[in-house]
Structures are given as structure tokens and as C-alpha cells.
């Protein structure tokens, strides 16, 4: 996988080498992979992607997803009239179900859908990282008024106004 877009124009040499001369299979979005081979547009990708004989699955969001290898093309669209609550771990998902189809010698249309399922499952749940990283920010901010507060403001609670209790060391 490319990973993200400021991996792949950070590394935008190393991660060329990979997909050209190191992968087989490389899973990326239509972002990453024009930031990587600095496409004009959409027919840029599918060029680049031809002529690399290699196997490239591109997700593009509400426009779906293409495998391209070699010469072959297949499309699948996106699922429609979802509740979309949250992306993270889409990408992951999404290249679980294909592999599952792929390794199982499904056809790339299958195992297009079987990603597309499984990303469309997942977006429609607030995934557990984001509950956690909600909670910690809400520790922190609560921390860091109250607790943190007392030494930024002089002993005086910002929240209330009033002096915060004698705090004994």
C-alpha cells in the first residue's frame, strides 16, 4: 500500500522503485498514486499502471475502484446511500476483502466487490481509534484545564474564576 499522500510525496522516489521494480501487488487511492507519478489526470494513472504489468488497485472514493493489470481494466462502483460516519481503516478493509478474493482465485470483479463490501461496512461505524483518541483529548483537555491550569493561571481555576484548594506537594 502507498500508505498516504505525505508518505508517497515525502519518499516520492523510493515508493516509485517499489511499485515499478519491487511489488506485485500495490494498493493505493487516486491521490496517491497521481502525486506519485505527477498525472495530469485520471488516463495518466491508467497508462502509467499498463505499462508497469503489474497489479494496481486504486480506490476513488464515490467513483469507485479499478484493478489494473497489464492491459486489463475492471471497474466497480462505489456502494450508494451510505451513512458515511467515519473513513479510518477503509483502505485497510477494503484491500482485506480483495485479497480474500484474489488468494481464493475469485475473478478481479469479485474480489473488487468483496473490497468494496467490506470498506462500505466499516464507514459506517466510528471506529474504535477515533472513540479512543476522542477520549484522550477529552482526559487531556480536562487535565490540562483544571490540574495544569492551576499552575499556568496563578492558582485560579479559569473555568470558575475562584482560587483552586491549597495543593500540598
Not at 498516504?4 to 487511492?29: A, G, P, Q, W, Y
Request: hydrophobic share 40%; net charge negative; glycine share 8%.
Amino acid at each position: 500500500s502507498l500508505s498516504d499522500l505525505f508518505c508517497v510525496e515525502r519518499h516520492k522516489s523510493h515508493f516509485l522503485d517499489m511499485v515499478k521494480n519491487r511489488l506485485d501487488i500495490t494498493f493505493c487511492n487516486e491521490q496517491e498514486i497521481s502525486s506519485l507519478i505527477d498525472a495530469k489526470d485520471f488516463n495518466d494513472v491508467v497508462s502509467f499502471c499498463k505499462n508497469n504489468k503489474r497489479l494496481i488497485i486504486i480506490t476513488r472514493g464515490e467513483k469507485g475502484s479499478v484493478v489494473i493489470n497489464n492491459n486489463d481494466i475492471v471497474e466497480c462502483e462505489s456502494k450508494k446511500n451510505l451513512d458515511i460516519k467515519d473513513l479510518t481503516g477503509a483502505g485497510d478493509l477494503f484491500a482485506a476483502g480483495f485479497l480474500h478474493g484474489y488468494i481464493n482465485n475469485l475473478p478481479l470483479q469479485e474480489s473488487l466487490e468483496l473490497g468494496t463490501d467490506m470498506s462500505s461496512k466499516i464507514i459506517q461505524k466510528i471506529s474504535l481509534i477515533r472513540i479512543f483518541l476522542g477520549a484522550l483529548s477529552v482526559s487531556f483537555c480536562h487535565w490540562l484545564i483544571s490540574d495544569f491550569g492551576y499552575f499556568l493561571s496563578g492558582g485560579i481555576n479559569i473555568l470558575t474564576g475562584e482560587p483552586f484548594p491549597s495543593i500540598m506537594v
